[in-house]
């Protein structure tokens, strides 16, 4: 049977089993495997199967790698016979037993040590199970999965299975994957702007958290509905990401270049109206976005009369701003008004959103 048939087929055993656990450090530590499996096709899964699942080659689905989430405060830890007891690693074995042949990897998450008699079990910010410095602990557990396989203790195979230390907190780490996935997109763009990241990161955050929410009926076997339900498909997010940052607010140099604006004086006051530019562009004052419609209207209708370079579309939709009345007194300024019917064109002309 193939992955994606064994995924399918899950759906009869999963739907209405799982205990909804609403810590929101699962979507957090959902956006830490996206940045680390970037760079690759895949399709990150919500409380389906595991706490997280991530499916390579959506597609056709060819590896699967699982992710049960634990936390604690942070002052505390676990100890080897407490997550013996609860059946962590039994639980995530059983688990992994139904995907036998495609499991990249098996992994225990949590955001505190693991201790035996003081001791920290796993050393390491991911140790695998198979690690012969940790087999006398290991063999504990070992021995607690064979007892629940009804197996010889020599026939678990702990070859794919981890334990992560997560350094994510439990009341702080949304903001803290927000940090970490602002360093990830200014590798990308080093002129990233902080609003253009926080809307990105909202945007994914929100998706990821429906997903984690949505619930399928039982009788769904149609992999492709599963996939949508509680799936997010790297590509989806990699335009989501893209979008992003073409849309984000470009910087004063390039609207310069862009418009010709060539004079000291004209780029001085360009200037001094940028920055509160930025601001209210991520404002929902109704009066501003009321502006920012009826300016975005007026750009298409140039546009689409024929003008079709940015300093003359500049032009004509700053006259008919101006002699219609369209804009609000609070954004009348004649160089505010400008440098955001700049932004606005530049949007719509490199395809951005300019709503």
């Known amino acids: 049977m193939s992955l994606k048939d064994r995924i399918s087929e899950s759906q009869k055993e999963i739907a209405?089993?799982?205990?909804?656990?609403?810590?929101?450090v699962q979507i957090s530590y959902a956006i830490q495997l996206i940045m680390d499996f970037y760079s690759t096709d895949f399709l990150v899964m919500m409380d389906y199967i595991e706490d997280v699942s991530i499916i390579c080659n959506?597609?056709?689905?060819?590896?699967?790698?699982?992710?049960?989430?634990?936390?604690?405060?942070s002052d505390k830890?676990?100890?080897?016979?407490?997550?013996?007891?609860?059946?962590?690693?039994q639980k995530l074995y059983n688990n992994a037993e139904k995907y036998k042949g495609f499991v990249g990897s098996a992994?225990?998450?949590?955001?505190?040590?693991?201790?035996?008699?003081?001791?920290?079990?796993?050393?390491?910010?991911?140790?695998?199970?198979?690690?012969?410095?940790?087999?006398?602990?290991?063999?504990?557990?070992?021995?607690a999965i064979a007892k629940g396989?009804?197996?010889?203790?020599?026939?678990?195979?702990?070859?794919?299975?981890y334990f992560i230390r997560s350094s994510?907190?439990?009341?702080?780490?949304?903001?803290?994957?927000?940090?970490?996935?602002?360093?990830?997109?200014?590798?990308?763009?080093?002129?990233?702007?902080?609003?253009?990241?926080?809307?990105?990161?909202?945007?994914?955050?929100?998706?990821?958290d429906d997903k984690f929410k949505n619930e399928i009926d039982e009788k769904c076997t149609d992999i492709e509905e599963i996939f949508k339900q509680k799936g997010v498909k790297s590509q989806d997010i990699k335009s989501v990401i893209s979008c992003g940052l073409a849309i984000q607010i470009p910087t004063l140099d390039k609207l310069?270049?862009?418009?010709?604006?060539?004079?000291?004086?004209?780029?001085?006051?360009?200037?001094?109206?940028?920055?509160?530019?930025?601001?209210?562009?991520?404002?929902?004052?109704?009066?501003f976005v009321k502006t920012k419609?009826?300016?975005?209207?007026?750009?298409?209708?140039?546009?689409?009369?024929?003008?079709?370079?940015?300093?003359?579309?500049?032009?004509?939709?700053?006259?008919?701003?101006?002699?219609?009345?369209?804009v609000s007194m609070a954004y009348a300024d004649e160089y505010y008004l400008k440098v955001l019917i700049i932004i606005l064109i530049h949007r719509y002309c490199y395809g951005g959103e300019i709503r």
């Open 16 to 24: 209405g089993s799982r205990t909804k656990n609403r810590l929101t």
């Open 58 to 73: 959506p597609d056709a689905p060819s590896e699967i790698h699982l992710y049960q989430v634990k936390t604690k405060s």
């Open 77 to 89: 830890q676990y100890s080897l016979n407490a997550i013996i007891k609860d059946e962590w690693y």
């Open 107 to 143: 992994s225990v998450v949590c955001n505190t040590d693991v201790v035996n008699k003081q001791e920290i079990v796993f050393p390491n910010t991911k140790t695998s199970l198979d690690e012969k410095s940790i087999q006398n602990n290991i063999n504990k557990i070992r021995k």
């Open 149 to 161: 396989q009804n197996i010889k203790e020599e026939d678990v195979d702990l070859s794919k299975f």
């Open 168 to 208: 994510l907190s439990t009341k702080g780490h949304k903001e803290e994957v927000e940090h970490e996935f602002e360093n990830f997109l200014l590798d990308k763009d080093p002129n990233l702007q902080v609003a253009t990241v926080k809307s990105i990161y909202k945007l994914l955050y929100n998706e990821l």
């Open 256 to 287: 310069y270049t862009d418009f010709n604006i060539l004079s000291v004086s004209e780029r001085r006051k360009c200037a001094s109206q940028y920055s509160q530019i930025k601001m209210d562009m991520y404002s929902d004052t109704a009066a």
């Open 293 to 326: 419609q009826a300016l975005s209207k007026l750009i298409e209708k140039v546009n689409e009369s024929g003008v079709d370079d940015m300093p003359n579309i500049l032009s004509d939709v700053y006259d008919q701003a101006k002699s219609e009345d369209i």
